[in-house]
């Protein structure tokens, strides 16, 4: 059947009409339906053509309390906090494309906390500690996975680096151990832990609490439970400029629906964030560069936890389904394209095979880009800025889904008290003016 331009909204209504026929729901509230075991097997009776849908698509209003620009894992997670924990429901987060398409779904999904600083560390551990909770807090199977991490050291400035670093975590109450080769190579047996090869594996600090995590869930859980506690999500909508009166922010132009109103505006956009910015009238002191990623063909569990080199430079985890999951540093050139340049991926396959020699014969599946926001410091901006109500969120860099949980809650608390959280405050746009770095290059697990 053909349908005219015009019939499609109501064709859609109906739909929308039947979904909340079917779960009970009345339009515009946030009722969610709780998933178990008894309720796969009760849909199951019904052929699972009955689910509730995951999340409304709303039309926006004129004005709100707050607007989150980017649906992302982030800005989900803002939206997420901002009501449930902060009883601010009056908000939309509004994506120029669709929830979680753009770094959330692009990253290689290593969680850990075992950052250097006390500032970064408290940051990420609070972040661990919102992991370990949070399919239960979800009520969603983020399938976060604690396979623990290793982060190779292959010359004596390297073990120096990891011993510091495990001795500052163990201050900060963050898991940490160093192991010397025989004992790397015990935990990952298919390892070349040889004394032979071009760089030595000599050690490595492990965190056992860390791991992976499925992202595309991550995404999908805070937003259904956002849209459950009266949050709107509003896709394919572009935030086209920003309101700014008597040097406030009081909200956005779309290019959808015009002008949305807001008492405070929170930028999660990533690597668009200067772009954004600029929208504000201020530079950030960010560089967006194209990160790559690949996966191999499935094959039989190899490898149980994740292995990091920032010496070879790469990394690699195995996911359930069996892929190995690789990645490294950024491409050099600065850009907006979800893409990456061949060099980089042959010199990460390189680094990759240099570690596991086993893996040479093994095809690439599928590669792909994201645009990742950099500071000079290697750590984020969680921020005030210039335009009074306007707040930002960004410069993460190689390391933003790790910190998803915590960036969203800190991030929440600051939108919603309009000043910033503590484990925020450190990490202000400001501190490139009064030199309150907090350098984590060394951390970051690969090169930014």
Known sequence: MTLSCAEYPRVHKLKESRW???????????????????????????HHENWQRAWRNPTPKKKYDVIVIGGGGHGLATAYYLAKEFGVTNVAVIEKGYLGGGNTARNTTIVRSNYLWDEAAHLYEHAMKLWEGLSQELNYNVMFSQRGVLNLGHTLQDMRDIQRRVNANRLNGIDGEVLDAKQVQELVPHMDCSANTRYPVMGASWQPRAGVARHDAVAWGYARGADAHGVDLIQQTAVVDLIIEDGACVGVKTDRYGEIRADRVGAVVAGNSSVVAAMGGFELPLESHPLQALVSEPIKPVLDTVVMSNHVHGYVSQSDKGDLVIGAGIDSYNGYGQRGSFPTIEHTLQAIVELFPIFSRVRMNRQWGGIVDTCPDACPILS?????????????GTGGFKATPGSGHVFAASLAKGEMHPLAKPFSMFRFHNGALVDEHGAAGVAH
């Open 384 to 396: 005030e800025t210039p335009v009074k109500n306007l707040f930002f969120n960004c410069g993460w």
């Open 20 to 46: 909340l026929e079917l779960s009970g729901a009345k339009e515009g509230a946030g009722r969610m339906q709780h998933y178990s075991g008894f309720g796969l097997l009760k849909h199951s009776l019904s």
